[in-house]
């Protein structure tokens, strides 16, 4: 059986390097919303898709991306919708994206939080209970786009609340922590990184976004 080894850098403070080695090929699952989706944009530019690509690329199998996500999802309604996929625990990378639809929404940070957190643990069990085959991705910031501009200040504020909260229980529980959000507010400087619809982020912004978790993963 041929095997692997896959680097994987903790991109948050006080956590070390962590390394795991799993039989190819690995299952990928993506978890999220609209920007795990790749809402306006083609299905190959979405950053999963072009994720697998670059691990196919640098010579490791992987099998997928499988994606649970839908546009407007908040964390509950992702839960309900991991718990009725019935998925196994099998998967060699998981990723976690959610949170920007409790902003949209009003929903405040104290009940995004709880339930952000029962969300990443339910990626580690279904990464094998393996913590270091997970990783989180922050909230964009919409504000920085057409559709967001006449509220970016109010936006920006929240996603910086949300943001530091998935941060704090990432870190907790020892998991990666990938912040693109600083790349997502070049999108009112530079059109090019927003889609079609202005609003999410075009092919080239998730590009940069596959950059950045690549080079946290190793790959």
């Known amino acids: 059986m041929v095997k692997f080894l ?7 403070p006080n956590l070390q390097a962590q390394t795991f080695s ?22 190959k530019d979405r950053w999963p898709e072009q ?11 992987i099998d997928g991306p499988r994606i649970i996500g839908i546009t407007g999802w908040r964390t509950d309604q992702l839960k309900t919708a991991i718990e009725e996929a019935h998925l196994a625990n099998e998967f060699g990378l998981v990723s976690l994206l959610i949170g ?13 939080a709880p339930e952000f957190k029962e969300l990443l643990k339910m990626a ?31 936006i920006t504020k929240a996603i910086d609340q949300f943001n530091a909260a998935n941060l704090a229980i990432t870190k907790k529980l020892g998991v990666k922590y990938i912040n693109i959000t600083d790349l997502t507010r070049q999108g009112l400087d530079k059109p090019e990184y927003v889609a079609a619809d202005g609003l999410h982020p075009s092919g080239k912004m998730y590009s940069l976004w596959v950059e950045r978790i690549a080079k946290a993963l190793g790959i």
């Open 6 to 12: 896959l680097i994987f850098l903790i991109v948050m």
């Open 22 to 43: 799993t039989t190819v090929p690995v299952k990928f699952l993506a978890l999220g919303d609209s920007y795990t989706i790749g809402e306006s944009v083609d299905p």
């Open 51 to 61: 994720l697998a690509t670059r691990i196919r690329v640098k010579g490791n199998k």
């Open 100 to 112: 920007v639809n409790n902003q949209y929404q009003k929903k405040t940070v104290e009940s995004y």
């Open 124 to 154: 580690i069990t279904l990464a094998e209970g393996k913590k270091e085959n997970v990783f989180v991705v922050s909230i964009p910031d919409y504000g920085y786009t057409p559709f967001g501009k006449p509220k970016q200040e109010g």
